[in-house]
């Protein structure tokens, strides 16, 4: 979220020698103790990922499979990986041996994945590809997910931390018809801790994936139906019990709550709490590892009167953070953090979204993922929205004026604009938000999440909203490339943003930074600390009880110190640590000692101090 825009920072360059050996004014060079350099130095385990230097050490089931024979292109290069293709009862394979240290925390496989097919079917797998760590199946894709491109897929592999194990893609195919497998520039990237993790440690409930049927009235203000949610238990640690995150419900009363959820299945609801924002479920059993669930439960929206991230103004609806979505367990324990209307409270974990609102055919709803229109009742129209590893799913609805576009790289933009905004305007924020995404994308990795809708409303009093693939926006070119960053800064690179929002909103103002060409000169100008106490990394229960200051230090701050290590590590360094950074984090979740250990990483200068300096903690 972009609250009102902070002040400037006036003038005053830093040079690359001061920024080395940097005290930031207001900063007692002794105002905290040195912190150790973590001892996970991040690593890339996989050799010859993108096949560029031949097989080795790769063992393929024939020597046809690492290729650079015509009929398929590879996504970097010339070399790439083909598996099947052949049209009959066929299988290849693909392994490696990788060691994954025992002293990081997070490893994340990536790789890029091209499908096609001449099968037509529109719901039968016949043909597969089957990714693997040691004897765990980590994801199958099949004939049914066929692109016309590459997409890049990112699978968490932490619970392997100190171990040597066989990573292996496994294609086959069936009798006839045939579909290819092609795999380019895979990569396992190691960060983070000083410890492997411990069961407590991991992030469970994991691989969400959401149902949901909602049905409106005739204003779209009212939305009632039902919802379902498949987990898994991603822990060594017993699941007992999960909790549901009625976040909306921070805009009404207990008594009067705007989220209502009823009738639940698959489990006991147990008391609200937390402002009625939370919801315990007890389940009937515990899950065990592995082991998955899902529970039901009738739904109830009401959105309440004013142009906010929830609310609606006159005809316009913005139905942000409505959903109920599963809270998080960690080594902390369940995060129930209170709603804040300053920034942002929410932890969630990539999932995937299939939702179908049926409203009046007069109201345009655009939503989170890619919709798809079809005629309902008489008068109504059913949209289905679906979204692949969002952490959370929004949408609006009203008598929009919508104006759409295609971005250079080809992502699909549309811009939704309330009665009240020109044409112009319009048309101005297409072009940012096309230029924006390119921008983002060329420095951060590729956008995943189809189309791209932006929802325009000069009445919004915080300025931009941001939802994986679906902004909220005042006509801002500033502000609009800022809320667009926040796709890869809270989108796909995950925090805990009630913990460590500097993770996002300082990670994405200077992602805007470089979009328009601002290389963070004069940024320490008039800087003043509000005590010794104060850092860019405190959490939103600082910031609530500080709320003059957020925006100065997280945002103004925040940004300030990206540009220092920028000058620290030099151009070149810096964007290659945030572009492997985003990629080994593609939708998990990135805290500050990982962002701290890949920084070190990227550099043999000590950056002990710089932290310190710069009050980085975590």
Known sequence: MRPTPHKALGAGALTVAAVAALVLPGTPAAARPAMAPAACTPAQVVTN??????????????????????????????SYAWLDGVGSTHTDTLTQSVTIPAGC????????????????????????????????????????????????KSLDVSSFAGQTVNLSFTGTEDSSLRTSFVLDDIALDTSGGTTPPGPDATR?????????????????????????????????????EVYLRLWDNYHGTCD?????????????????????????????????????????????????????????????????????????????????DPYTDNGESFYSLAADFKVGLDHPSALLVPAT????????????????????KVRDFAWAAGPFTKISGTSAAGVPVNVYSVSGISSSSAQSMLSTAKSAVDAHAARFGAYPYGELDAVI???????????????????????????????????????????????????????????????????????SWASSAEQITDSMAYWDAHSSRYSTVVYGYGKCALHDLRRVLGDTAMAK?????????????????????????????????????HRIEG
């Open 49 to 78: 990922g993108g096949f560029e230097s031949g097989t080795s050490p790769w063992t393929a089931s024939s020597s046809t499979v690492i290729t650079s024979r015509s009929g398929q292109t590879a996504h970097g290069g010339s």
């Open 105 to 152: 925390s997070t490893a994340t496989l990536t790789f890029w994945l091209h499908i096609d097919t001449a099968e037509t079917t529109s719901s039968v797998a016949y043909d597969k590809l089957t990714a693997k760590v040691g004897g765990t199946a980590l994801a199958t894709y099949s004939n049914l997910d066929k692109n016309t491109g590459y997409v890049q």
């Open 204 to 240: 469970t409930p994991a691989a969400p994936a959401y149902t949901v049927n909602l049905s409106s009235d005739t204003s779209g203000t009212v939305w009632t139906g039902h919802e379902s949610v498949t987990f898994t238990n991603a822990s060594a640690t017993a699941l007992g």
């Open 256 to 336: 009067a709550m705007p989220i209502k959820v009823g009738n639940v299945t698959g489990g006991t609801a147990g008391a609200l709490s937390v402002a009625c924002t939370a919801l315990k479920i007890d389940l009937p059993n515990p899950l065990a590892q592995g082991q998955s669930a899902t529970i039901g439960f009738d739904l109830g929206i009401t959105v309440p009167s004013g142009a906010d991230r929830f609310g609606h103004d006159g005809a316009f609806s913005f139905i942000g953070n409505a959903l109920p979505v599963l809270a998080v367990r960690d080594g902390a324990g369940w995060h129930l």
């Open 369 to 388: 993922g890619t919709s798809t229109d079809t005629p309902g009742s008489s008068g109504r129209t059913v949209t289905t929205a679906t979204a692949s």
């Open 457 to 527: 409303d000069n009445n919004y009093w915080f300025g931009g909203m941001e939802y994986p693939g679906f902004v909220l926006d005042v006509v801002s070119t500033t502000a609009l490339t800022h809320e667009i960053a926040h796709q890869w800064w809270y989108g796909i690179v995950g925090d805990d943003e009630y913990t460590s929002p500097w993770l996002d909103e300082a990670f994405t103002d200077y992602a805007t930074d470089l979009a328009q060409g601002k290389t963070g000169a004069n940024c320490w100008s008039g800087v």
């Open 577 to 613: 640590l945030l572009k492997d950074y985003a990629t080994a984090h593609w939708y998990g979740v990135s805290t500050t000692a990982e962002f701290k250990a890949a920084a070190q990483g990227a550099t043999s200068t000590d950056l002990t101090s710089f932290w310190t300096q």
